[in-house]
């Protein structure tokens, strides 16, 4: 077969959401100033404003790692970034705060438990990754109907989390599923994250994932594994933050868009390893639910 056989489908469902070219954005630094700049990377370029390698002198010199988005706006391409970050520049004090103000009140983030109705907007992101990237092995796009299914399955057994932001985009979502099926493995997960790639690096999946893993723990599961296609930079360092150790690694273990690419194997201790185990819960209650889900609102 030849390799443009291989490659994934094209489809409306993966071009809901955006191709990001160029970004101008507002950073808000220690001493409460806003800095405006313009990227092409927004995640990469606002690790680089916090740790000082590569970013600007005046987030260097006005307290770099504590410097947070105050604001982002998606533009066509480069060009019309510059321009617009020029107009971001000449703007107010009273004008940027305003701008800074709306995009706050947008992106406000809910966290909630998912139901089959989200499946379109799950699937729509995680189609983007299918076509777009190499974080999943994945060459078709999956469809609504699956992710209905798959969303009802998950519940049955482990939390199927979503973010919203407060203007309804979907910002990311975490789930975990059975490790194996054998009734040995009854206390081991396989988490997955996906976030949109409009609000990579700014906090969402950390957001996702500690509550996942506390659901999880109070679950009584023992183990969560992650599986990491590699080159996944972000995916490995963000695993790594939240605790996960990588324990091996698969050579050349998928092939697609013309490269084989490796498969690192991840694990996180939820609990430790009791003898006998006590059974997992399968559900928690709401009450405990909305506990966890609200602590984890400031992480
Ligand atoms: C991996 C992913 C879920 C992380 O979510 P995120 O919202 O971008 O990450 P967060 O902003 O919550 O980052 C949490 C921590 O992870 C680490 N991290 C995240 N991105 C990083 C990067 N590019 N470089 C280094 N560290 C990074 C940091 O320690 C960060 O904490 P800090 O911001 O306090 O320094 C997200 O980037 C994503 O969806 N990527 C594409 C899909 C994917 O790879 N999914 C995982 C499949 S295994």
New binding site residues.
């Given amino acids: 077969m030849s390799a443009e056989g291989f490659g994934p489908a094209a489809s409306l469902a993966a071009d809901r959401l955006p191709h990001t070219p160029a970004w101008v954005y507002l950073l808000r630094c220690a001493d409460g100033s806003l800095y405006a700049g313009w990227t092409n990377d927004l995640?990469?370029r606002l690790?680089a404003h916090?740790t000082g390698a590569g970013g600007a002198r005046y987030t260097k010199s006005h307290g770099k790692s504590a410097v947070r988005l105050a604001y982002a706006e998606v533009c066509a391409d480069k060009s019309a970034a510059l321009k617009r970050e020029a107009a971001l520049k000449k703007l107010s004090k009273s004008d940027k705060e305003a701008l800074a103000a709306d995009w706050a009140a947008r992106s406000r983030l809910t966290v909630r438990m998912a139901t089959p109705d989200d499946a379109a907007d799950v699937v729509a992101l995680y189609n983007w990754?299918v076509t777009h990237?190499t974080?999943?092995f994945q060459y078709e796009l999956s469809t609504e109907a699956e992710y209905r299914q798959n969303i009802a399955e998950v519940l049955e057994k482990a939390p199927f989390l979503v973010a919203y932001t407060a203007d309804g985009r979907l910002a990311?979502y975490a789930c975990a599923h059975p490790w194996h099926t054998r009734r040995a493995f009854a206390w081991d997960v396989e988490t997955?994250?996906?976030?949109a790639?409009d609000?990579?690096?700014?906090?969402?999946?950390?957001?996702?994932?500690t509550a996942l893993l506390e659901l999880l723990r109070r679950q009584g599961y023992h183990n969560a594994f992650?599986?990491?296609?590699r080159p996944?930079?972000?995916?490995d360092?963000?695993?790594?933050?939240?605790g996960f150790t990588r324990y091996g690694v698969e050579k050349n273990s998928g092939y697609k868009f013309g490269r084989w690419l490796d498969l690192g194997y991840w694990a996180y201790e939820l609990n430790p390893p009791a003898d006998p185990p006590a059974p997992v819960r399968l559900q928690l209650d709401e009450a405990e639910i909305e506990l966890v889900l609200q602590d984890c609102t400031v992480v």
């Fill in positions: 995640a990469r690790r916090r990754y990237g974080q999943t990311g997955t994250v996906y976030c790639p609000v990579l690096g700014q906090g969402t999946g950390r957001r996702l994932y992650a599986l990491i296609t996944n930079p972000q995916s360092a963000f695993h790594k933050a939240l």
